[in-house]
């Protein structure tokens, strides 16, 4: 069993800032790419960024230089700290993380945070 605990969402202003985490927990051998994606309301879910376990990162063109993405390989948590947020940022924020158990990788999701921009 594995969950992904997601923290840090909340209401703030355009312009401000806020620092997403997310804790993997459980039957966890390795973990290779976490990552950080966000659904709109009336939108699809899409990729906001990802880091592997080597600390190579992607990040969505609507989002670079305003985002980054890191990691805690040790604590298996993974963080997205958010600068000059727009009101298009408004969204959910999921947490994913590409987990082994044995011999079998598989994808999980947490359960989502609010991020609300707005004055």
């Known amino acids: 069993q594995v969950q992904l605990v997601e923290s840090g969402g909340g209401l703030v202003q355009p312009g401000g800032s806020l620092r997403l985490s997310c804790a993997a927990s459980g039957s966890i051998f390795s973990i290779n790419v976490m990552g950080w994606y966000r659904q709109a309301p009336g939108k699809q879910r899409e990729l906001v960024a990802t880091?592997?376990?080597?600390?190579?990162?992607k990040y969505a063109d609507s989002v670079k230089g305003r985002f980054t993405i890191s990691r805690d390989n040790a604590k298996n948590t993974v963080y997205a700290q958010m600068n000059s947020l727009k009101p298009e940022d408004t969204a959910v924020y999921y947490c994913?993380?590409?987990?082994?158990?044995?011999?079998?990788?598989?994808?999980?999701w947490g359960q989502g945070t609010q991020v609300t921009v707005s004055s």
């Open positions: 880091i592997t376990s080597g600390g190579s990162t």
């Open positions: 994913n993380a590409r987990i082994l158990f044995i011999t079998v990788w598989n994808d999980y």
